[in-house]
């Protein structure tokens, strides 16, 4: 409102306007923590995210050296096998 219409104002319309401010405050106070809540759980997801991905390719890591340990092992028993023939 422009400052000269406030002016006109009696003093209950402007407590009223005060309280109908103050009670929009609240409402948008109330948005910012439910959408900083909602950011901070999207952020957990991200990096929850990431740490399942680096496990992933960990696991992958793991996986590649146990057939390549499994490869060695039937190559050795068949070398073993064709000097027993």
């Known amino acids: ?3 000269v219409n406030l002016r006109k ?3 209950e319309q402007l407590l009223e306007l005060m309280l109908q401010q ?3 405050i609240e409402m948008q ?3 910012i ?3 900083e809540a909602n ?3 999207r952020e957990i997801k991200i990096e929850e995210a990431g740490s399942i991905a ?3 390719l960990a696991l992958n890591g793991v996986f590649e050296a146990a057939q390549q340990a499994a490869d060695q ?6 070398a073993i096998a064709e000097d027993k023939s």
Do not use: D, F, G, I
């Open 73 to 78: 092992y039937l190559l050795s028993v068949k």
């Open 9 to 11: 104002l009696k003093r």
């Open 22 to 24: 103050q009670e929009t």
């Open 54 to 56: 680096q496990a992933a």
């Open 39 to 41: 950011l901070n759980q």
């Open 1 to 3: 409102m422009e400052q």
């Open 29 to 31: 106070e109330q948005k």
């Open 33 to 35: 923590r439910t959408l």
